[in-house]
C-alpha cells in the first residue's frame, strides 16, 4: 500500500460571487478508492474543463473539484495485474475531471479500465498535445472513413478548425490527401490553418443560417465540432452520398434541420463520443496518431503553460477566444 503523498493541484471551488480555481496543497489519501496511481506529468486543456472551471454543474456536481478531464504520466502503484507500476499511461474520457479528481492535479487515483499504455516512443507531453481533442478529431477520421470517404470524392469542411479538435483533424485529412477547407472565425489563424495543410480557409459566415432547406453542395463530407446552427447549415451543403462526423457543442446542443438532406441527398450524420467508448477504440487510435496519423505541425505549435496560467487558458475558451493545443506542464 503506498503511503500518503501531498501535491499541487489546480482546486476549483464556490465563492460568494461564483467560482474560482487556485492552486493547492492535497494529498492522494483523498483521491477515490480505485486501482491505479498515476503521477501526472502533464495534461491538455479542454472546453468541458472551461465548463467545470466555471461551476457548470451540468459537468462537476459538487466542488471542490479539480478539473483536468485528460492525464498522462507514470503508474505509482497498480492493483491490476493489467496496469504495472513504473508503465506510461494516458487517461482521457469516463469521469476524469468531471466527478473524480482529474489530470489538473499531480496525482490522480482511477480505475484499470480508463488506463490506455503510452505508444511506444511517445512522452507524456506528446500524449497530452493530442490529448481528448486529438482522440476526437481521430474518431472523426475513422466514422468518415468508415462510412466510405475517399480523397477522391472532393473537399472536406472542418468547422470550428482553429479550436483543438478542428486544427488535428485538418492535418488528419491533409496526411491522408484529403482536400480540406477550414471553416473558421478567426481570420488571424487562416495561416497556421494553411500551414496544417489547409488548401482554403473560409468565415463562419458560409455556415449563417438560412431559410433554405437546401442549399448548393459545397462538399463532399465534413466535420462539425461545434453543433447548433453551424451544423445544420453544414448538412444543407453536402453532396449527395457525402457525410458528417460530429462531435461538439459549442454553438449549442439544438440541431433544427429538415429530413431533405437526408432523404433527398442521402447525407449521413454520423455521432462521435469520446468519451465513454471501449478501451480497444480509443487505443487504436492512439497508436495511429503516433504512427501514420501523426501530426507534426501541430505538435510544434502547442503551447505549453503551467498551473498558474490555469484560470485565463480557460476563460479564453468559454469566450471563444481558445486556439489550437494547450497543455498542462506540471513542472512549470
Given amino acids: 500500500m503506498t503511503a500518503s503523498l501531498e501535491y499541487q493541484a489546480w482546486v476549483v471551488r464556490e465563492q460568494d460571487d461564483g467560482f474560482a480555481g487556485q492552486e493547492a496543497t492535497c494529498s492522494t489519501a483523498d483521491l477515490p478508492d480505485h486501482e491505479v496511481l498515476v503521477r501526472v506529468s502533464h495534461s491538455s486543456l479542454n472546453y468541458k474543463d472551461a465548463l467545470s472551471a466555471s461551476g457548470n454543474k451540468g459537468v462537476t456536481r459538487s466542488y471542490p473539484h479539480t478539473p483536468g478531464i485528460d492525464a498522462a504520466g507514470d503508474v505509482v502503484a497498480s492493483s491490476s495485474e493489467a496496469i504495472q507500476p513504473g508503465q506510461k499511461v494516458i487517461v482521457t ?111 463562419r459566415d458560409v455556415l449563417n443560417p438560412e431559410k433554405k432547406p437546401l442549399l448548393k453542395p459545397a462538399f463532399a463530407h465534413g466535420i462539425d465540432t461545434v453543433g447548433g446552427s453551424p451544423l445544420a447549415e453544414l448538412l444543407k451543403q453536402i453532396r449527395p452520398g457525402g457525410s458528417v462526423a460530429c462531435c461538439g457543442l459549442v454553438a449549442g446542443p439544438q440541431l433544427e434541420t429538415t429530413v431533405l438532406p437526408f432523404i433527398l441527398r442521402g447525407v449521413n450524420l454520423l455521432g462521435v463520443d469520446s468519451v465513454e467508448i471501449p478501451l480497444a477504440n480509443k487505443q487504436e487510435v492512439w497508436q495511429k496518431l503516433a504512427g501514420s496519423w501523426a501530426c507534426p505541425t501541430t505538435e510544434g505549435q502547442a503551447r505549453r503553460i503551467g498551473r498558474g496560467e490555469l484560470g485565463s487558458a480557460l476563460a479564453a475558451f468559454l469566450k471563444g477566444e481558445s486556439a489550437g493545443k494547450i497543455v498542462l506542464d506540471h513542472s512549470l
Fill in 93 to 203: 474520457g469516463y469521469d476524469l475531471g468531471m466527478n473524480t479528481a482529474g489530470g489538473f492535479g499531480e496525482y490522480i487515483r482511477v480505475p484499470a479500465g480508463w488506463c490506455v499504455p503510452m505508444p511506444a516512443d511517445w512522452t507524456a507531453e506528446t500524449a497530452m498535445i493530442y490529448g481528448t481533442a486529438g482522440l476526437t478529431a481521430g474518431l472523426c477520421v475513422s466514422k468518415l472513413l468508415m462510412a466510405g470517404a475517399d480523397p477522391g470524392d472532393g473537399a472536406v469542411a472542418v468547422s470550428g478548425a482553429s479550436g483543438a479538435v478542428g486544427s488535428v483533424a485538418v492535418e488528419i485529412l491533409a496526411t491522408l490527401g484529403f482536400e480540406v477547407v477550414a471553416i473558421s472565425g478567426k481570420a488571424d489563424r487562416a495561416e497556421a490553418l494553411k500551414a496544417l495543410g489547409a488548401r482554403d480557409v473560409q468565415g
